[in-house]
């Protein structure tokens, strides 16, 4: 692992320079590679080393950079990066289960996660077992030796839910299982994955590492042993992987990544103690706030509780979309983690086609609101959403 910090990783890790010396980091915008000669075609193919590449599906200069300078960020030994998260979340499943296999899993997944487990992977034989994520005794009763595989998000999207990773990790560890976390909420600054031993980490690297709305791509980080094993080995014949003119303009985020994601996270603390006890809300979800149930586990795994809140408004789906046409600053969106603000009401977009069985389950209401906090000033911010309050 590197010696450096985080930031200073962020902006020299993995880079691969070529016999011109370029500063900085060159775009290969290439398919494929030519050899010396025949017998060095036979060569590479025979045995490829670290720094040679035969074929863009497999392996390209500029997305190597990528995936070693965000792995190391995250704390694992190398990544695999694809083209969007959903085909790193999918990429990372396949590779790793066979029909038979048993799956626990959180219940408060994102959507296109939730379709995965229970649609695909269930047409090809693989049990799925959903728990509430934040409940270690339900983790413990559903794990036993037939589970081959576990899958988490950190922080939950988007009702920030907090799982007790660390327990998590030795409970199907302790049955031989993987843990797979998708870290999309939690940022690749924040992500506490590799330091509670998980197995793998999926990022869409879409949200934070992009960070400014532009182009769809996901990452996943592991040992070399399972990345460059089985991970490899599925996604280059399968035709996830990432383009290099996705990796060169997310590798040039990395540099800014650290400083984006703090001040963002800095301005939803501020945001989420504005709003708590506001006299229009029932109640603020944010982990950093003690009133989080799970503040405490939040707050051992990591420094902040990110770059989103949750809130949930008095007079439903009705007050809701109020408040969020009374929005200036705030724009009306489902995605997160970009440099500008958003709102959204997942019981309305997002969580739209869940039944409302389950949105009861994992605690959306037509009341609630997500927010993602960007990088405009937060008292700005807090201006916005106290006169958008008001209009209520
Ligand atoms: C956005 C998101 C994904 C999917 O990422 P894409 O880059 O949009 O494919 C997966 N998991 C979580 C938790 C997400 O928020």
């Known amino acids: 692992m590197s010696k450096w910090n985080k930031r200073t990783t962020l902006v020299h890790g993995g880079t691969r320079r070529s016999q011109y010396g370029e500063v900085s980091e060159a ?11 025949a017998e060095a075609a036979e060569a590479r193919f025979k045995d490829l080393g670290d720094d040679e590449f035969i074929y863009a599906r497999y392996g390209n200069p500029t997305v190597r950079m990528f995936e070693n300078r965000l792995s190391e960020i995250v704390g694992y030994e190398d990544g695999f990066a694809c083209t969007s998260g959903m085909a790193a979340v999918t990429g990372a499943l396949t590779a790793l289960l066979k029909a038979g296999d048993q799956v626990v899993a959180s219940r408060a997944l994102f959507g296109s996660c939730l379709y995965v487990l229970e649609d695909v992977l269930a047409r090809f ?13 339900a983790w413990d009763a559903a794990i036993t030796d037939d589970t081959a595989l576990v899958f988490l998000e950190g922080i939950s999207n988007p009702t920030l839910e907090v799982v007790d990773l660390e327990h998590v990790v030795k409970v199907a560890h302790a049955h031989d299982a993987l843990v797979v976390v998708d870290d999309a909420m939690a940022t690749p600054i924040f992500s506490c994955s590799a330091r509670l031993g998980a197995d793998l980490c999926v990022i869409s690297t879409t949200k934070h590492v992009d960070g400014q709305g532009r182009m769809l791509g996901g990452m996943i980080c592991g040992s070399k042993d399972l990345i460059r094993g089985p991970i490899e080995a599925y996604m ?13 303009m997310q590798l040039k985020a990395l540099d800014t990544l650290d400083l984006r994601v703090r001040a963002q996270a800095e301005s939803a603390l501020k945001i989420a103690e504005t709003l708590e006890g506001h006299s229009k809300l029932a109640g603020v979800r944010y982990p950093q706030l003690p009133s989080h149930p799970q503040h405490a586990v939040a707050m051992r795994q990591a420094e902040a509780g990110g770059t989103v809140i949750a809130f949930d408004v008095k007079g439903g789906k009705e007050a809701c979309f109020k408040l969020l046409n009374a929005l200036e600053l705030f724009t009306i969106s489902n995605n997160f983690a970009d440099s500008k603000s958003i709102v959204t009401h997942p019981a309305t977009t997002t969580h739209q086609r869940l039944p409302q069985d389950q949105k009861d389950l994992i605690g959306i209401g037509d009341g609630t609101v997500r927010l993602s906090v960007g990088l405009e000033h937060a008292d700005d911010l807090i201006a916005d959403l106290t006169q958008a309050l008001d209009q209520i």
């Open 236 to 248: 280059k014949h399968t035709g996830g992987a990432m383009n290099p003119f996705t990796a060169w």
């Open 27 to 37: 775009i290969f915008l290439t398919q494929g590679f030519v050899y010396d000669s």
């Open 125 to 137: 034989g693989v049990q799925v077992t959903l728990v509430d994520g934040t409940d270690n005794a």
